[in-house]
């Protein structure tokens, strides 16, 4: 064999076997960026709410059980009256899943053990997805956005993963899909599936498939929300803080207002003042 | 003979191509691995039980006077104002206990820290009501008109100080600011002007693979001189099961109305947090109380 001959078989050799290599392990996508939700204009609710093709609230036409029909009514019956209703994220609590995938700007980092979304919701800042082949931990502590495993696939066999799939369990609450309080089951036992892939006809669109199953709901309930990527290549981060300027002040089961004077108002029309018998002075 | 050359170029085409494309290959593998692996994991602040259990900034001294900061006679002040009031079972001049953001330096003394580094930022992951830093790599330069933030607008530097190969220092300058801010919960102030720089280098102890260093250096209207803090942190585990969710406003008796803070007692009353403290206002409530 000549040297020349030797040398190409050598080339030829180093190209298979990168080749082959590339086959044998998919690269992972490059989804760096600002993702900002879409939002169908002239529906109630911009993007927070759960089907964005749909007004929030009963205009979701969540497939509720009669039980939590009912909580969804009193809540909006609440809210009516100046209350909270069923939206603990009124109070600055977490949003939790699904209500934090309503953020509208997320930023995706994946590396091959975790892929990472990092939301510019006020409480709802970071998910973790373990893609590291782990098993669900034996005793999950509860999280309002629960613990997701999962699994990156190369669908259309081009070398580059284009779809993962995340289930999300172990949860706690209070929780609302929407401000209307729109709720999921008590027991928190929901199940999320999710399918995070880019659209196949516009490169600049991710698609967020959920479905969940949870026992405020008759059949599992599946929605598709969009984001399209900032063409900016450093767009700007919000910071985004409930706590700054929220008028709403709990005191044991009652919500009051804060008034911008610094003063405490009723939220309801009649609605008593908290109870102040632990004070020796009077009221101001 | 004509056909031979044809051969030649080919070959030769094919050895170019060949050769480009590992060349291309080692490049960007190259790259890449310049950036370190060895920071993954769970990390935790460092604590002296001995002296500090706070958070303050300076982990080798107990936090409040004990951290010994060189704070002007005008700020020293407000420190001593501070402390008076939380005495008196006020908050002083610590909004981290309203649940607001604690911004810097009070963030980093939070626990379960994470980093993510990408050619273009690293990003910290906190588990706080300070969620996250990103720290941009990306050699841009200060934006024109950034909006003032809690954690401030960083931008990073990675060198290869030992000359491996292999980047193993942070550098990182932080800006723009918003507030109010404090060092620590007795309310160790930073100036009200927000004008506070804070420089960082961030590496790997050479001894202990499991200690990370963020040495800090606060320069601010409030303090004399530049303040330095070598503030250290422990790797708790290479591959964390899980991750804990750290929620202020979970459990916060603290209720604040106007100026005056009140407690929120597990019955759900109101009660006074400072003796004799008059309750609040209820003159827009046209029912008597409950």
């Known amino acids: ?284 | 003979m004509r056909n031979r050359c044809s051969r030649k170029w080919v070959a030769a085409a094919f050895c170019a191509v060949t050769m480009t494309t590992m060349a291309n290959g080692a490049a960007t593998a190259a790259d890449e691995d310049k950036y370190p692996t060895n920071w993954k994991g769970q990390w935790i602040r460092v604590v002296h039980r001995d002296v500090e259990v706070q958070g303050a900034f300076d982990q080798t001294k107990p936090w409040g006077l004990g951290q010994q900061a060189p704070l002007t006679p005008e700020y020293q002040k407000v420190h001593s104002d501070s402390m008076a009031d939380q005495k008196n079972g006020g908050l002083g001049n610590y909004p981290t206990a309203r649940c607001l953001p604690s911004g810097m330096p009070r963030m980093m003394t939070f626990s379960n820290q994470e980093y993510v580094i990408t050619p273009e930022t690293t990003y910290l992951l906190l588990t706080s009501s300070d969620h996250l830093r990103r720290i941009f790599t990306d050699g841009r330069d200060w934006p024109k008109n950034p909006k003032p933030t809690y954690g401030g607008y960083s931008i990073g530097k990675w060198i290869d100080e030992d000359g491996d190969g292999r980047y193993d220092l942070l550098e990182v300058e932080t800006r723009y600011f918003k507030g109010p801010r404090a060092f620590d919960a007795s309310g160790l102030p930073l100036a009200f002007d927000n004008q506070s720089i804070f420089k960082e280098r961030i590496y790997i102890d050479k001894a202990n693979p499991n200690i990370l260093h963020d040495v800090t250096t606060v320069i601010d209207n409030a303090l004399t001189r530049p303040w330095t803090s070598d503030r250290q942190y422990r790797r708790l585990s290479q591959k964390p099961e899980q991750w804990p969710e750290n929620y202020c406003q979970e459990g916060n008796a603290n209720v604040v109305i106007g100026k005056e803070n009140y407690f929120l007692r597990v019955d759900g009353l109101l009660m006074p947090a400072k003796k004799n403290q008059t309750p609040p206002d209820l003159k827009y409530f046209t029912q008597g109380q409950k």
């Not at chain 1, 900032?230 to 910071?239: D, G, K, S, V």
């Open chain 1, 1 to 284: 064999m000549s040297y020349r001959t030797l040398f190409l078989a050598v080339a030829v050799a180093v190209v298979l076997i990168g080749t082959a290599r590339a086959a044998d392990e998919p690269k992972h996508p490059n989804w760096k960026g600002q993702w900002n939700a879409v939002v169908t204009p002239g529906l109630v609710g911009q993007q927070f709410k759960f089907d964005p093709t749909k007004d929030r609230g009963l205009g979701q036409q969540a497939p509720l059980t009669e039980e939590y029909k009912k909580v969804h009514a009193d809540s909006m019956a609440d809210q009516a009256q100046g209350g909270l209703g069923n939206y603990p994220t009124a109070r600055c609590l977490p949003g939790g899943m699904p209500r934090m995938m309503a953020s509208e700007a997320q930023e995706y980092i994946v590396t091959p053990e975790t892929t990472y979304i990092l939301l510019s919701s006020a409480n709802d800042a970071l998910r973790r997805i373990f893609t590291d082949g782990r098993d669900w931990p034996k005793d999950i502590e509860p999280t309002y956005q629960g613990y997701s495993i999962g699994r990156w696939s190369d669908t259309d066999g081009d070398g580059t993963y284009d779809l993962l799939e995340v289930e999300t369990r172990g949860f706690k609450g209070p929780r609302a899909y929407d401000a209307t309080g729109l709720p999921l089951a008590f027991d928190n036992q929901s199940v999320f599936k999710e399918r995070f892939h880019l659209d196949k006809a516009d490169p600049n669109i991710l698609h967020v498939e959920i479905t969940v199953i949870d026992h405020a709901l008759t059949r599992p309930w599946t929605v598709d929300k969009t984001f399209r990527h900032n063409r900016n290549a450093r767009p700007n981060w919000r910071e985004n803080v409930c706590n700054e300027g929220n008028a709403n002040i709990v005191i044991g089961n009652e919500n009051y207002l804060l008034r911008a004077d610094g003063v405490l108002m009723p939220a309801k029309k009649g609605q008593k003042p908290p109870d102040l018998r632990y004070f020796e002075q009077g009221p101001k």
